[in-house]
T-cell receptor, first 111, second 113 residues
Framework: ELKVEQNPLFLSMQEGKNYTIYCNYSTTSDRLYWYRQDPGKSLESLFVLLSNGAVKQEGRLMASLDTKARLSTLHITAAVHDLSATYFCAVDISGNTPLVFGKGTRLSVIA | DAGVIQSPRHEVTEMGQEVTLRCKPISGHNSLFWYRQTMMRGLELLIYFNNNVPIDDSGMPEDRFSAKMPNASFSTLKIQPSEPRDSAVYFC???????????FGPGTRLTVT
C-alpha cells in the first residue's frame, strides 16, 4: 500500500523567510502533484511533476521530484502572507488509479 | 471550461434525512472521484469511477452511502439516512485517464444536525 508522508504538518513562518516542505512516498512512482487549498476553498493544482529531476517554479514556490529518493520538495522563497494555505502532495502509481494524498501541510506566514 | 460543478454548495439537514450531492465532471474526463474532508480525518477517497463504472468503493464508510454515475456528465452521492457524523465537505474531482492531475470541484459543505 502506497504511503505518502508530508512534513511538517504545520508550519508557521515569518514573512521574508525561506522554507521547504517535504513529501516522501513509499512506492516507486515518477508522477507527483502539488495542490494548494485556501481555507474554506477547494484544492487547486499547483505543480505537475512527471519525471525524475523535474523542477517547476511559480512565483515564490518551486517544486522538485527525486524519484530515486522517493521525495518531492516544495520550496518557499521569501514567504509572503498570501502563501498562507494548506499544501498537499499527491502521488500517482499507475495512471489508472486515484492519486494518494499526503495529510497536507498547513502553512501560516506571519509578519 | 466550466470546471467541475457541484451542487448544492451548502446543505443543512436533520439527522435521518436523505441527502443527495451532485457532480458534473469536466467534459472529456472519464474518471470521477468523490472525497470527504474533515478536520479530524483529513481528505478521504470514498469512491471512484472510470468510464461511468464504479471501480473501488472501499472508502465508502457505510451502507448508508451510495454513489452512481448514470452517464459521463453526472454523478450523485447519496446518504440515507444521514447522521451528524456525516457532516463534512464533500468534493468531487475528475480527470482524464492516464497520468494527469485531478481537478476538484468547489465542494458541498454538509451539516447534519
Amino acid at each position: 500500500e502506497l504511503k505518502v508522508e508530508q512534513n511538517p504538518l504545520f508550519l508557521s513562518m515569518q514573512e521574508g523567510k525561506n522554507y521547504t516542505i517535504y513529501c516522501n512516498y513509499s512506492t516507486t512512482s515518477d508522477r507527483l502533484y502539488w495542490y494548494r487549498q485556501d481555507p474554506g476553498k477547494s484544492l487547486e493544482s499547483l505543480f505537475v511533476l512527471l519525471s525524475n529531476g523535474a523542477v517547476k517554479q511559480e512565483g515564490r514556490l518551486m517544486a522538485s521530484l527525486d524519484t530515486k529518493a522517493r521525495l518531492s520538495t516544495l520550496h518557499i522563497t521569501a514567504a509572503v502572507h498570501d502563501l498562507s494555505a494548506t499544501y498537499f502532495c499527491a502521488v500517482d502509481i499507475s495512471g489508472n488509479t486515484p492519486l494518494v494524498f499526503g495529510k497536507g501541510t498547513r502553512l501560516s506566514v506571519i509578519a | 471550461d466550466a470546471g467541475v460543478i457541484q451542487s448544492p454548495r451548502h446543505e443543512v439537514t436533520e439527522m435521518g434525512q436523505e441527502v443527495t450531492l451532485r457532480c458534473k465532471p469536466i467534459s472529456g474526463h472519464n474518471s470521477l472521484f468523490w472525497y470527504r474532508q474533515t478536520m479530524m480525518r483529513g481528505l478521504e477517497l470514498l469512491i471512484y469511477f472510470n468510464n461511468n463504472v464504479p471501480i473501488d468503493d472501499s472508502g465508502m464508510p457505510e451502507d448508508r452511502f451510495s454513489a452512481k454515475m448514470p452517464n459521463a456528465s453526472f454523478s450523485t452521492l447519496k446518504i440515507q439516512p444521514s447522521e451528524p457524523r456525516d457532516s463534512a465537505v464533500y468534493f468531487c474531482a475528475s480527470s482524464k485517464q492516464g497520468p494527469t492531475e485531478q481537478y476538484f470541484g468547489p465542494g458541498t459543505r454538509l451539516t447534519v444536525t
